[in-house]
Every structure is written in C-alpha cells, then in structure tokens.
C-alpha cells in the first residue's frame, strides 16, 4: 500500500492532528531547516563515533542507538517543542492528562544490511489491552532521507484502532518516505516498525516520544538529563520532562513541587502542592475504562514486507 497522509510543513496542525486521529500516522514534510538538522547531527557527532550496533534483534544488530539526547544537544530542543508536533500531542493526550510528559528521546541509525524490526505497538510496554485512548505520541525524526529501501519505518495505517488479535496483512504495511528535516507522527498505539536498510547509506532518524503524565516514562529523563543540566534548560522543556506535577502532588519530592526544589527550595511552605488550575483540570480529565484482558496476546507481528 502507499503511504497518504504526507503533508508540507506549512499545513495546519488541526490537519495533521485529524489525520493522526483518523490513520495513526501522518508525515509533516521539511518540518525544520537544513540548517537544525547540520546542527543537531554536528551535537551528537560524537556519540554517532562511539555507538554500535546492539545485540538484541528487536533492537537491530546494525542499528546505532543512544538516547539522554536532551543532555547531549540543544539543537534538539527546536524539535522536540515543534509547534505542529505539540499540537498533535495537546490533541491525542490532554483529554487524558493533565501534562504529558517526554516519553523517549533516542537515535535509531540504520546501517547498510539492516533487517527489518518486527512490527509492535510501543505501548506495549504497558499491560493495556488494544484499543485504548493514545498512551503515547511517537514522533521520527529524518535526518537522513527516508525510504522504502532504505529501511523508511513501516506502518500499518488505521491498525491504532484494531485489537491486539487482529494481525496485520502485507498489502495493509506502508514504508515511510519523506525528505530529511521531515517528521513522521504517530501513536503509540499504531503498529509499525523500522524496515531493512538494502541501500549502502545510513537511514538516520531521531525519535522523540511524549506520555500521558500519569504514566512511567520508558526513558528515565532525572537520570538521563543530570541536575545541573536540567536547571538550564528552558522552562517548558523542564516541565516537559517532569519537573511539573502531573496531577495534584503527582511527582512530588519530600512534598514539593519538583519544579521548586529543582531550582532550590527546601521549605514545604513555599511550595504548593494542589494549584487550583491543576485541580480543575484533573476533575476535567476524560477517564478511561479499563478492561481485563487474557493474558499472552500477540504484540509482535512477524509481516514479511520484503
Ligand atoms: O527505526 C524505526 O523506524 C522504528 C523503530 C521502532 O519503532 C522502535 O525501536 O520502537
Ligand atoms: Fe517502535
């Protein structure tokens, strides 16, 4: 099947959000310059040296991966707070939440001879069966060129909406293609997977995850951006990563607010725990409904695409 849903940088992210909504995926092409993407590849230039391929195959055992990105690159930060992708994410996750939070941040490098990665949902990681309310805003950023041969990540558009029992079909799989500086943006409950590399270039990309706030993130941002760090970083991206409540006194240390004793404060009665505007939106809050599920449902999906 051929991918849809590609849009060009200046299309309105209400757009974007409705296709994500509809589909689970949308691509918003040349979303940044030529010049953020030199920029954030000129941070990470010495972390790309020292990384390797891993020894797991869900992880690729020619795909270099390394994460912590938001100690690592300020470039980064123009991604990471891309106005569509915020967009999309207040869409799919503040009806759940009362702030969401930076899920993952993590280089995904594909090397020549790659072979494709079994299709999942990466909400797989928690135990909530399929379908669900979005858990998770995946975005993939191309700092190469994307491609079908390349390895350009497969996607199984509508399949956010299936149950864990339905497994997909070959001619229902779409490869990824967009131009470098373009951003793929899907749920977490989207199937996909990266694809296999049969070209003799990388196929390089970025993934900067977002999370309901009540959730674990699956990257651990207070130990992966250390103190020092954080306290410099701007005021949206330390709520971003957590030093926020997420809920009345969700995320609280020695009964403050993260973000105060981020920044000093070690008297509990400067600090407010329950702020009337996080109350309200916790009484606003869609719920969810969940339901007990059997044990053991398929998450993986072997679909031979090649
Ligand atoms: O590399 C890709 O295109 C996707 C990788 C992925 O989905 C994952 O590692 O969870
Ligand atoms: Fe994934």
Same mark, same amino acid.
């Given at each position: 099947?051929?991918?849809?849903?590609?849009? =060009?940088?200046?299309?309105?992210?209400?757009?974007?959000?409705?296709?994500?909504?509809?589909?689970?995926?949308?691509?918003?092409? !040349?979303?940044? +310059?030529?010049? @953020?993407?030199?920029?954030?590849?000129? +941070?990470?230039?010495?972390?790309? +040296?020292?990384?390797? &391929?891993?020894?797991? *195959?869900?992880?690729?055992?020619?795909?270099?991966?390394?994460?912590?990105?938001?100690?690592?690159?300020?470039?980064? %930060? =123009?991604?990471?707070?891309?106005?569509?992708?915020?967009?999309?994410? $207040?869409?799919?996750?503040?009806?759940?939440?009362?702030?969401?939070?930076?899920?993952?941040?993590?280089?995904?490098?594909?090397?020549?001879?790659?072979?494709? #990665?079994?299709?999942?949902? $990466?909400?797989?990681?928690?135990?909530?069966?399929?379908?669900?309310?979005? /858990? @998770?805003?995946? @975005?993939?950023?191309?700092? =190469?060129?994307?491609?079908?041969?390349?390895?350009?990540?497969? /996607?199984?558009?509508?399949?956010?909406?299936? =149950?864990? !029992?339905?497994?997909?079909?070959?001619?229902?799989?779409?490869?990824? !293609?967009?131009?470098?500086?373009?951003?793929?943006?899907?749920? &977490?409950?989207?199937?996909?997977?990266?694809?296999?590399?049969?070209? $003799?270039?990388?196929?390089?990309?970025?993934?900067?995850?977002?999370?309901?706030?009540?959730?674990?993130?699956?990257?651990?941002?207070?130990?992966?951006?250390? #103190?020092?760090?954080?306290?410099?970083?701007? $005021? #949206?991206? %330390?709520?971003?990563?957590?030093?926020?409540? &997420?809920?009345?006194?969700?995320?609280?240390?020695?009964?403050?607010?993260?973000?105060?004793?981020?920044? &000093?404060?070690? *008297?509990?009665?400067?600090?407010?725990?329950?702020?009337?505007?996080?109350?309200?939106?916790?009484?606003?809050?869609?719920?969810?409904?969940?339901?007990?599920?059997?044990?053991?449902?398929?998450?993986?999906?072997?679909?031979? @695409?090649?």
């Amino acid at each position: 099947m051929e991918m849809t849903n590609s849009f =060009s940088g200046d299309t309105p992210a209400e757009k974007v959000a409705a296709a994500i909504a509809e589909d689970g995926y949308a691509v918003v092409r !040349e979303a940044v +310059d030529a010049d @953020t993407v030199a920029a954030v590849e000129a +941070d990470l230039a010495p972390y790309f +040296d020292k990384a390797h &391929g891993g020894h797991e *195959d869900f992880y690729g055992k020619r795909t270099k991966r390394f994460g912590a990105l938001l100690a690592k690159s300020t470039a980064i %930060q =123009s991604m990471l707070i891309h106005p569509t992708v915020l967009a999309i994410a $207040d869409d799919a996750l503040l009806p759940h939440c009362v702030r969401y939070r930076v899920h993952y941040t993590g280089v995904m490098h594909l090397e020549p001879g790659e072979t494709r #990665q079994v299709l999942h949902r $990466d909400i797989g990681i928690y135990p909530i069966a399929s379908p669900c309310p979005p /858990l @998770t805003i995946a @975005t993939m950023w191309a700092l =190469s060129d994307f491609t079908r041969e390349n390895g350009g990540t497969r /996607l199984v558009p509508r399949s956010h909406l299936w =149950s864990n !029992e339905r497994v997909p079909k070959p001619e229902e799989v779409v490869a990824t !293609e967009m131009p470098a500086g373009s951003v793929l943006i899907y749920t &977490g409950n989207t199937i996909h997977g990266g694809g296999a590399n049969y070209t $003799d270039g990388p196929r390089s990309g970025i993934a900067l995850h977002y999370n309901l706030g009540w959730l674990r993130q699956e990257e651990n941002q207070y130990l992966a951006v250390p #103190q020092e760090v954080a306290r410099e970083l701007p $005021d #949206q991206i %330390q709520e971003l990563i957590g030093y926020a409540l &997420g809920s009345s006194s969700l995320g609280v240390v020695d009964h403050m607010d993260p973000k105060d004793y981020l920044h &000093g404060v070690r *008297d509990q009665a400067q600090s407010d725990l329950c702020p009337p505007e996080v109350v309200k939106k916790v009484d606003a809050l869609a719920r969810f409904h969940v339901s007990h599920s059997e044990r053991g449902l398929p998450g993986y999906y072997d679909v031979d @695409t090649d």
